[in-house]
């Protein structure tokens, strides 16, 4: 049969289809189908369609379908010029401007297929072909009484007839609806093979109309200047004797022209001289941009231009790996750009070369297994508590397949039918496109209109290219990632209060890397808080590593990594002297000695193959691609030249063969030195904010964490440690964020749950007019800023009014005689009479310190284990000066985790605290067979102080539960 579907929408109309285009042209093949075409609205799926098309010989048709005025038609593009009229039309169309005389203008090399019979005139005077559709036989029959140009169309949402009853549910979801909203409907939308022969036929001969070849597409660039390749020398000249202060040697000259002549070969300069640019603008007006990230750090052009502010001469980072003559594809610079002023940088690039000519690039989200329980849970109103018993079980990366095998899983929902029902469903539906996102940093910039080149979709007014971003090169699009970057902003508002504080800027490239202070940070593994360097893990590896440079840091990033994370304990052994560095010869010592004879990076790689093997950076590159790809023949091809190069170079058969076994181990775990270089430049730069202005880095940390009590809580003990003081929230000196002054930083009002930055700025303002002086001053005062009386409580249940004499409890009972009375001054617009105060006798400690927890979600103030402190006792944060000393605390348990011993005996430990900061407790065996003491309760402890690596804690000697 020579049936041809001409009208198949895939699941790139999102939650509209079943149909995946993998599965569709596998399914075809199987059946002998020699064309397939789509019709989605978007033209999502175009690029995959002819891709995979390609695989099994089967020609792929386009076409989209479209409603406007009167006129209701599918048009196909009949070749690669209709299929750039249909791009143009769908991005019309999706901009909502889209107009009868666009499809005039945009005619040619396009069929239109209709089943609109009566205005048939209309059409053909729009288009030189037109068709028109049927599905039936009436139909036929009263097209061929108006044309003899008739084709058989019928809509494919599925491809099996079995599973038109799960189309249903796509729309619930798409509509949030559940499954009682539900109306019934009979569906053919599947692909049916089983039809007329000559309905077949006709399929098979209007398919014969279209050939869309993609012709060679050369990459859309805008030319930055009449004469680009003399500007970028010029910049690089002026730029690498500026970083040298007019001392530019012949390894620097060499190397820089080197680039240039590689970055002009392959036709790239505009792309620098637009990356230059943007980055140019963003650094006059302030914006923060990060020091450098990827290969890209490894180009002296990009250094040379201010793209990057890392040296690769001076960390041996090589161009080949950037960027590589023998492999032409784009070069990939990647920009940080500090967290909230990413869109005044994109907003330049638009403003300059065209809001036409720049778009940001989509990604889809699909169905996984979890998300489709979810939805298919609400379609089926399966109640929410069961449903978040069934996701608990479902990990990230689980699929129906594996959780088929998942017995726990498949206990739960073999309990009842509609569980089974429910994962029937899922099972369907998984993998599915359910929405349309935008990339976090992608952003193409074309010579032309994008639209010429991939379709264009909008989301909330934002223009996005409508092909993902594997696709992009290959219809001539350059993607930059411009990466909004916290740290930077964290690092930027520390910057600007010191400045402001000290009449003296922070200039980060002065820092100097060899400052003991920010040594010290890593050494000790004290990195909370400090960018790629924060986790419990890499603080405990940094202990072991015991960092004395720059250098250990670029390590530290490259080597705690999945993969190379396994040779860590081989290379602190060796570091240490407690295993030997293997010796193999002199020249690859030369390259990998520093690492302790363990290959690190990709640049060692590249070192090793050019310096032993004899083959050119270029070439190693490609080599050490393949490696990681695990691409056999290349790496046996290659492994006799490197012998013979290695020969050459004076050594034997055996050590050349060695040699390349070590490269061929390593490369799937050699890491980019050059990201390595420029990401520790970042954590190094926070570390020594860290070190030198202590209170201003830990105050952005805590503004940077308010919508996390935890992290809140865990950055408060540690700023204690440090010696700084909090001081309580008080609304005559707090703040909408914390401020900090010298050593002590101040809690913001809201902090406090219950007042949002909204009321603390009312409450900043109203404060401009001079500082509250008593309760009924502040409750009169704010009367107007629609505070009411749970905000009120709030304010004085966290003691933020302690200050005016007043107890909580006097506070709280005389707080609706001060409502009238303040009601009425605002009434009257004059000061009243106040109303007497009655005092009240306070509310007990357990009570004030439950109701500071439940607005703090910690102890701000009133810590449980205050009350019991006495004279003979230390604070937890002066633990420290007291080391291998047995010491009495007043404490609150906050955890505790239970273990057993290789011997079978059961000992804990515990994270406990004071109001200062938090510390390990631990209870051995013979003491935690009689412990009795449970997360929360207080203890008076006396305790020896003991030390591991750099972290103090407790070994309890006796504890008395209070």
Request: charged share 25%; net charge neutral; with cysteine.
């Amino acid at each position: 049969m020579n049936y041809v579907p001409l009208n198949i929408k895939t699941h790139y109309e999102m939650l509209g289809s079943l149909i995946k285009i993998g599965d569709l042209v596998s399914f075809a093949s199987s059946n002998n189908v020699s064309a397939l075409g789509i019709t989605d609205c978007n033209l999502f799926g175009t690029l995959e369609l002819i891709d995979e098309c390609k695989k099994y010989n089967i020609k792929p048709i386009v076409g989209v379908s479209f409603e406007i005025d009167s006129f209701k038609m599918i048009l196909y593009a009949k070749n690669y010029k209709g299929y750039i009229n249909l791009l143009n039309l769908v991005s019309l169309r999706n901009s909502g401007n889209i107009t009868i005389d666009d499809f005039k203008d945009k005619n040619n090399d396009l069929i239109c297929v209709t089943d609109d019979y009566e205005n048939y005139l209309n059409y053909k005077m729009l288009y030189e072909q037109v068709y028109l559709s049927y599905s039936n036989r009436e139909d036929k029959e009263k097209a061929l009484s108006i044309s003899d140009k008739i084709v058989y169309i019928k809509e494919s949402r599925c491809i099996n007839q079995n599973d038109l009853e799960y189309l249903p549910y796509l729309s619930l979801i798409r509509e949030g609806k559940n499954i009682g909203e539900y109306d019934s409907f009979k569906s053919e939308c599947y692909l049916n093979y089983d039809i007329d022969e000559a309905d077949a036929k006709n399929t098979f001969l209007f398919s014969n109309n279209i050939d869309i070849q993609f012709p060679k597409i050369d990459y859309s660039l805008p030319k930055y200047s009449s004469d680009s390749d003399l500007l970028l020398e010029k910049l690089c000249l002026k730029g690498i004797s500026k970083r040298l202060g007019g001392k530019v040697s012949d390894i620097y000259s060499d190397r820089l022209k080197m680039e240039l002549d590689v970055i002009k070969s392959m036709n790239f300069t505009d792309y620098f001289l637009i990356v230059y640019d943007f980055i140019l603008h963003a650094k006059k007006n302030g914006i923060l941009i990060g020091p450098g990230r990827g290969s890209a750090a490894g180009s002296l052009v990009s250094y040379s231009l201010g793209i990057t502010e890392i040296d690769p001469i001076k960390y041996g980072l090589i161009f080949e790996r950037f960027l590589n003559k023998d492999r032409v594809t784009m070069p990939d610079i990647d920009v940080d750009i500090e967290y909230l002023r990413r869109d005044e940088v994109v907003s330049y690039v638009k403003s300059k070369y065209g809001e036409s000519n720049v778009a940001n690039i989509i990604t889809f989200s699909s169905l996984s297994i979890k998300q489709a329980v979810r939805d298919i849970g609400k379609v089926l109103s399966i109640p929410t508590s069961k449903i978040d018993s069934i996701s608990a079980l479902i990990k990230d990366d689980d699929t129906h397949e594996s959780l088929n095998t998942n017995s726990s899983f498949m206990s739960l929902i073999n309990e009842n039918d509609d569980l089974k029902k429910l994962f029937r469903i899922c099972s369907k539906i998984e993998g599915i496109k359910r929405h349309t996102s935008i990339h976090a940093a992608g952003v193409v910039i074309s010579s032309d209109k994008i639209c010429n080149r991939a379709p264009i979709y909008y989301s909330n007014g934002i223009a996005l290219t409508g092909y993902t971003m594997e696709y992009l090169e290959r219809v001539g699009l350059i993607k930059i990632d411009f990466l909004a970057i916290k740290n930077l902003s964290i690092i930027l508002n520390i910057c600007k209060k010191i400045s402001s504080d000290y009449k003296k800027d922070v200039v980060l490239s002065n820092i100097p890397l060899n400052d003991k202070k920010t040594l010290d940070i890593f050494y000790n593994g004290d990195t909370s808080g400090i960018f790629q360097f924060e986790s419990q893990g890499m603080k405990s590896f940094l202990k072991s590593l015991k960092v004395k440079s720059f250098d250990d840091l670029v390590l530290a990033i490259a080597l705690y990594r999945p993969g190379p994370k396994d040779n860590i304990p081989s290379f602190i052994k060796r570091r240490e002297g407690k295993e030997k560095v293997p010796f193999i010869c002199e020249e690859l010592d030369s390259i990998i000695g520093n690492t302790n004879g363990i290959i690190v990076y990709q640049e060692q790689i590249l070192d090793i193959l050019k310096r032993i093997g004899g083959f050119s950076y270029s070439e190693a590159d490609i080599i050490r691609r393949a490696m990681s790809k695990k691409k056999e023949d290349v790496i046996a091809e290659n492994r006799d030249r490197f012998v013979k190069g290695a020969c050459n170079n004076g050594l034997d058969n055996k050590t050349a063969n060695m040699i390349y076994d070590l490269v061929l181990k390593f490369a799937n775990y050699g890491f980019n030195k050059s990201h390595s270089v420029a990401y520790s430049l970042v954590a190094y730069q926070m570390a020594y904010l860290k070190a030198h202005f202590t209170s201003y880095f830990m105050c952005e940390l805590l503004n940077d964490s308010m919508s996390s009590t935890d992290k809140l809580k865990n950055l408060i003990n540690e700023s204690k440690k440090y010696g700084i003081v909090f001081k309580y929230v008080n609304v005559n000196y707090s703040s909408y964020e914390f401020i900090n002054d010298k050593d002590t930083i101040y809690y913001p009002l809201n902090i406090i749950n219950g007042i949002s930055k909204d009321n603390a700025l009312s409450i900043i303002k109203e404060r401009t007019n001079g500082k509250f002086a008593s309760f009924s001053d502040f409750v009169k005062r704010m009367y107007n800023s629609h505070f009411d009386d749970r905000t009120m409580s709030a304010l004085i249940m966290s003691g933020a009014l302690d200050d005016f004499g007043l107890n909580r409890k006097t506070m709280i009972s005389n707080l609706p005689s001060i409502n009238e009375y303040a009601k009425l001054c605002f009434k009257l617009g004059m000061n009243v009479e106040e109303p007497l105060v009655n005092t009240e006798k306070e509310y007990d400690y357990a009570y004030l310190d439950s109701e500071e927890y439940k607005l703090f979600g910690f102890y701000a103030k009133n810590h449980p284990a205050s009350k019991y402190f006495s004279g003979d006792m230390i604070y937890v944060c002066d633990a420290s000066k007291y080391f291998n000393k047995v010491m009495k605390f007043s404490v609150l348990i906050d955890s505790v985790r239970e273990i057993t011993t290789k011997k079978g005996e059961k000992m804990a430990f515990l994270n406990v605290s004071d109001e200062t900061s938090s510390i390990s407790l631990t209870v051995f065996p013979s003491d935690y067979k009689n412990f009795d003491a449970k997360k929360g309760d207080i203890l008076t402890i006396k305790a020896k102080v003991e030390r591991r690596f750099s972290d103090y804690q407790l070994t309890l000697i006796s504890y008395e539960k209070m």
